[in-house]
């Protein structure tokens, strides 16, 4: 195996060696030591003596694992050119998957280069471009996907994916699309998503709408949400409803026009983001639902309480004292069932329990005392 270093990768990079294919052979040590030892007991060693002792394999293997996970991440982030492969398969299926890999790079370039030749445009998604250039080179539609501005009206913000997979270069600039379908649209007729024939223009930067953090809406204030806090989404799609009127969520909220809309949740909030001239702009109705409030468990009347506090567990006992039908001797049936009712709840509603109850049953009722063993009752 072979140890690089960040010195040496930025070494390269000064040299402006980029690979176009780094492949990370994937083995667990212990087989790394026992493949080590095969070749030690190999017959067909070179004359020249080999640095493959144990000591020396353990020296590199922890430098590998010091400095791969930055390297790894490096060329990830910066290049996109990491391949990983299981490097416990035979050699012969990892040459034939790195054979693959290559020609499959290789054979993307070569479109590359004759499509911009011939004035049209070409995916880049194996060309090692940062995103430092890709921000130098982006088009008029920044990293909004110009297919879906045009076809839909829609602003589909492709920044959330680092993947160049769906981006594409014309005219020397770089434009990025929301899914295959609407890069093969691209490649096929970029002229008329493009200016000077693209319907709809990229909105100017303070027109477009702009995700918001819990944190960032907090430090807004005084500004307050739009709609009283009420998810315009929901509102809109819910045909203006009564019943559409469903309060937002400060997690997923947006900032629009120098308004703030918060929303019901993530997929109301990428509604929004892609059309938020369609749900920026609505009137609440005159008639609003009364604004929940939580209340403690301990500030409700008695009967509340009981209702929110032991109602199901009141069911489960008065539902059990049915099927069992107890009687003890010398008691009423009246006196059995609350006594019975008492220790269900005894057992099922205040843990941990006292023995002193359940041991009444011991001899008299021993489904119980079964019953009550099987649900963790001691």
């Given at each position: ?6 010195k040496?990768?930025?070494l ?5 060696i980029?690979?176009v ?6 083995m ?5 030591f ?6 030690k007991?190999?017959?067909n ?6 640095h ?8 590199k293997?922890?430098?590998y694992k010091q400095?791969i996970?930055a390297?790894?991440?490096?060329y990830?982030?910066e290049?996109q050119?990491?391949?990983v492969?299981?490097?416990?398969q035979?050699?012969w299926?990892?040459w ?6 290559v020609?499959?790079v290789?054979?993307e ?5 004759e499509?911009?030749?011939e ?5 880049i ?13 982006l088009?008029e539609f920044g990293?909004?996907?110009p297919?879906?501005l045009?076809?839909k009206g829609e602003?589909?913000?492709c ?13 020397g600039?770089y434009y990025k699309?929301?899914?295959q ?6 490649l096929?007729?970029p ?6 024939l693209?319907?709809?223009p990229?909105p ?29 989404v ?9 019943e559409?009127l469903?309060p ?5 909220a947006?900032k629009?026009q120098e308004?703030?809309y918060i929303f ?10 892609r059309?938020?001239?369609k ?5 609440l ?5 009364p604004?929940?409030e939580p209340i ?9 309480y ?6 199901t567990s009141?069911?489960?006992a008065?539902?059990?004292?049915g099927c ?8 009423s049936?009246k006196?059995?069932a609350l006594?019975?009712v008492?220790?269900?709840?005894k057992?099922?509603l205040?843990?941990p ?9 011991k001899?008299?009722?021993?489904s119980?005392l ?7 009752g001691?």
């Amino acid at each position: 195996s072979v140890s690089v270093c960040i010195k040496q990768v930025n070494l390269l990079e000064s040299a402006r060696i980029i690979p176009v294919k780094i492949f990370e052979l994937e083995m667990d040590a212990k087989e790394v030591f026992r493949r080590a030892l095969l070749d030690k007991e190999s017959t067909n060693r070179p004359p020249y003596p080999d640095h493959d002792s144990s000591q020396i394999l353990a020296i590199k293997n922890s430098c590998y694992k010091q400095h791969i996970d930055a390297i790894r991440t490096y060329y990830k982030k910066e290049h996109q050119n990491w391949c990983v492969i299981d490097a416990c398969q035979s050699k012969w299926w990892i040459w034939n998957k790195v054979l693959q890999e290559v020609q499959v790079v290789v054979k993307e370039i070569q479109i590359y280069l004759e499509r911009v030749k011939e004035g049209k445009a070409a995916g880049i998604a194996d060309l090692c471009i940062t995103p430092e250039e890709l921000r130098y080179r982006l088009g008029e539609f920044g990293q909004y996907c110009p297919v879906s501005l045009a076809e839909k009206g829609e602003l589909v913000d492709c920044s959330v994916m680092s993947s160049l997979q769906f981006a594409a270069e014309f005219r020397g600039h770089y434009y990025k699309m929301a899914s295959q379908e609407e890069l093969d649209k691209f490649l096929s007729r970029p002229e008329v998503y493009v200016p000077p024939l693209a319907p709809h223009p990229l909105p100017p930067p303070d027109k477009l709408p702009e995700k918001l953090t819990a944190a960032e809406v907090k430090a807004l204030f005084p500004i307050s949400a739009e709609m009283q806090g009420y998810c315009p989404v929901t509102y809109l799609d819910g045909k203006q409803r009564y019943e559409a009127l469903v309060p937002g969520n400060i997690e997923y909220a947006a900032k629009y026009q120098e308004k703030v809309y918060i929303f019901e949740s993530e997929e109301k909030l990428l509604k929004f983001m892609r059309l938020p001239e369609k749900y920026w702009n609505l009137k609440l109705p005159h008639k609003l639902p009364p604004i929940k409030e939580p209340i403690l468990l301990t500030a409700l009347p008695l009967a509340g309480y009981l209702e929110q506090g032991v109602a199901t567990s009141l069911i489960k006992a008065l539902n059990e004292v049915g099927c069992l039908k107890p009687k003890f001797p010398f008691l009423s049936v009246k006196k059995t069932a609350l006594l019975f009712v008492a220790c269900h709840l005894k057992v099922f509603l205040c843990p941990p329990w006292e023995n002193t109850v359940i041991y009444q049953f011991k001899y008299t009722q021993p489904s119980f005392l079964a019953m009550c063993k099987d649900q963790g009752g001691k």
